[in-house]
């Protein structure tokens, strides 16, 4: 049983049915739907096929749609006159232009009045390097320190200037409103900057009575700057890569991923690292030794999740990517689990409540009794989650009667979710337990098992009770 889950994106190269159906086979966790690429129709397929899937496999498959966010993008580019020198300048203006080497417009046209001379401006994931030099009206002139090939949409980044965009564009209202009445299971939340941002797509989403989960994907360098809030507003974290090498300096940012999830770690929030994690896989059947010691170190670093881009978007291999993915989990899991329990991740002091003691004593009494499993009554999501962050050796069984619970924890650490109606008594919900467990070949009749449950099985947040139970011994 493989414990960190894969995320892969779908794109033009995995949205068939046969081929998500593969991918799942495949051990695909979480399904992102990019919605900076593709139309809601082409994603509102997607999802249909993804909920049959899961379905007729009867195993929790969760759903994460994607913001483009705020993103800044040259508009089009004259390919005739694309090659900008390096040593030259260029010129951004406010009007939209066909744009060449030596003129631009973008999709964000403000920015010209809030860069200042001297900021950098990053085009193309860094490509291309332009220094602000001088504002004008309308315009902004830019010495190119690194020149190269200027084309359509292209990003622009913008690391030394705090811009007014907003957190949310209007296709990201129009996305939201989609995922939330599609019912999709995580939300991801582009260039979050600061805790406002989160908070403005919460009162969107209560406006809407959508129970989505948040995910921050953390790109900017604002986002380090007030990473314990956003964390804290925050229902899962994305350490994005991506724009996050092209914001800061590149050599931080290892430095970087590794404290995002030493925080969540410690905040017991899952983490996803995502990113160019096995990018030479677009279009080779084999990764390089860098990008397995990447997934490994992400994992062995405790990292809930790790994702898949253009590897299984747009590329050759995408069921090949998902395999090679898993491979590399299940061996740094195996050397993990060898480790001493002294290695075992801390968990902050702010989560020592009571349902938090009943999971210390859980450990000690899972190893005292050689158990098989963890199970838990859960009913938000809440005793699974904090079980996965303290990194158990046994397989965490989580049983809802809310579906959505069990789809949000398919992206957490060590966590299989089973949906059941609510038991009426302890005794019920052990007898369902046994069922399960027997037939997933989970574990066996004389196996031994710890439990946390509650004496109020309706009411989320009321487990109060640790039981040590063999399974068939009612």
Request: glycine share 6%; charged share 20%.
């Amino acid at each position: 049983m493989i414990r960190t889950k894969t995320i892969a994106t779908i794109g033009p190269a995995s949205r068939s049915a046969e081929m998500l159906e593969k991918l799942v086979a495949a051990g695909v966790d979480c399904l992102r739907l990019n919605f900076s690429h593709g139309t809601l129709q082409q994603h509102g397929e997607v999802l249909q096929t993804i909920r049959q899937l899961a379905e007729k496999r009867q195993t929790p498959l969760a759903v994460l749609g994607d913001l483009c966010g705020p993103k800044i993008r040259l508009d089009q580019i004259d390919p005739q006159r694309a090659q900008l020198p390096s040593d030259g300048r260029l010129i951004l203006q406010k009007e939209p232009i066909l744009g060449n080497n030596q003129r631009v417009s973008c999709s964000f046209p403000d920015l010209i009045d809030e860069v200042e001379p001297g900021d950098r401006l990053l085009i193309d994931d860094g490509n291309i390097l332009l220094l602000a030099e001088e504002r004008k009206s309308g315009e902004l002139i830019c010495h190119c320190v690194r020149g190269g090939l200027l084309s359509d949409h292209k990003g622009i980044n913008l690391p030394d200037t705090d811009l007014s965009t907003p957190a949310l564009t209007a296709k990201d209202e129009i996305d939201l409103r989609w995922a939330a009445e599609n019912q999709l299971d995580y939300l991801a939340v582009s260039f979050v900057r600061r805790p406002e941002d989160l908070q403005l797509v919460r009162q969107k989403l209560a406006a809407l009575n959508s129970p989505l989960a948040v995910v921050s994907k953390i790109e900017k360098p604002q986002a380090i700057t007030h990473l314990a809030e956003i964390i804290a507003l925050s229902d899962a974290i994305m350490v994005a890569r991506g724009d996050l090498g092209v914001e800061m300096e590149l050599a931080q940012v290892p430095l970087l991923q590794k404290r995002i999830i030493r925080e969540c770690q410690r905040a017991g929030k899952p983490v996803i690292v995502a990113t160019q994690m096995l990018q030479s896989m677009v279009s080779s059947a084999v990764p390089t030794r860098a990008e397995v010691s990447d997934v490994a170190n992400a994992i062995y670093d405790t990292a809930d999740a790790v994702m898949l881009s253009a590897e299984s978007a747009v590329g050759q291999y995408p069921v090949e990517v998902v395999a090679t993915m898993n491979r590399i989990a299940a061996e740094t899991e195996n050397y993990l689990r060898a480790q001493p329990d002294v290695l075992l991740p801390e968990v902050a002091e702010a989560n020592r409540t009571i349902l938090a003691a009943l999971v210390r004593s859980a450990r000690s009494l899972a190893s005292q009794f050689d158990c098989k499993l963890i199970a838990a009554w859960t009913q938000s999501g809440v005793t699974a989650r904090l079980l996965s962050k303290h990194r158990f050796r046994q397989p965490i069984i989580a049983l809802t009667a809310n579906p959505l619970t069990r789809n949000q924890l398919a992206l957490n650490y060590g966590v299989w979710s089973v949906c059941t109606p609510m038991p009426s008594d302890t005794l019920d919900m052990l007898r369902r337990l046994d069922d399960i467990v027997t037939a997933q070949q989970w574990a066996r009749p004389g196996d031994t098992i710890v439990v946390l449950t509650g004496t109020h099985f309706a009411h989320s947040g009321a487990n109060n009770a640790l039981l040590i139970h063999q399974v068939g011994d009612l």
